[in-house]
C-alpha cells in the first residue's frame, strides 16, 4: 500500500451537476500542481481498508462538496473519520444549476483549496 506522496489527500463529491465537475475538475488540477492527492470518496463509504489507512496518515484531508447537500462530509462522518477541512460551493458564491464549469470557476476553488491546504 502507498502512502501519498506530499500527505495531503482530496476527496470530492462529482454529482451529476455542473457543480460537481468543477468539484472533480478542481481537485484533479490541485493533484496536478502537487497540492494533494485525489482518493476515492465511493471507498470511504465502502470502508476500503487501503483508503482508510491512507486518511489516518495523510497530513490534511479537504472534502470537497458541490452542493449543501453535503455528500463527501457526511460520507465521511458515517465513516467515523474526523480531523478534515471543508469546502462547499456556495461558499464561493457557486451554486448547483448555474455555475458552469469554466477556467475561471475551477480556478476560484483550486484557489481557495490551495489556501485550506496551506492554512
Known amino acids: 500500500m502507498k502512502t501519498k506522496k506530499n500527505g495531503n ?3 470530492v463529491c462529482a454529482g451529476a451537476a455542473d ?11 490541485l493533484t496536478r500542481e502537487g497540492k494533494a492527492s485525489l482518493s476515492c470518496l465511493a ?15 495523510a497530513a490534511q484531508v479537504l472534502l470537497i462538496d458541490g452542493c449543501p447537500k453535503a455528500c463527501a462530509q ?8 474526523k480531523n478534515t477541512r471543508h469546502l462547499e460551493l456556495s ?4 451554486l448547483k444549476g448555474n455555475s458552469a464549469s469554466t477556467a475561471e470557476n475551477i480556478q476560484t476553488v ?5 489556501q ?3 492554512g
Open 110 to 114: 483550486v484557489n481557495r483549496a490551495s
Open 43 to 57: 471507498s470511504v463509504a465502502a470502508r476500503d481498508a487501503d483508503i482508510m489507512f491512507n486518511v489516518d496518515l
Open 91 to 94: 461558499q464561493l458564491g457557486l
Open 19 to 29: 457543480v460537481g465537475e468543477i468539484t472533480d475538475r478542481a481537485a484533479r488540477q
Open 116 to 118: 485550506m491546504l496551506a
Open 74 to 81: 457526511k460520507a465521511f462522518a458515517l465513516a467515523g473519520l
Open 9 to 11: 489527500l482530496i476527496f
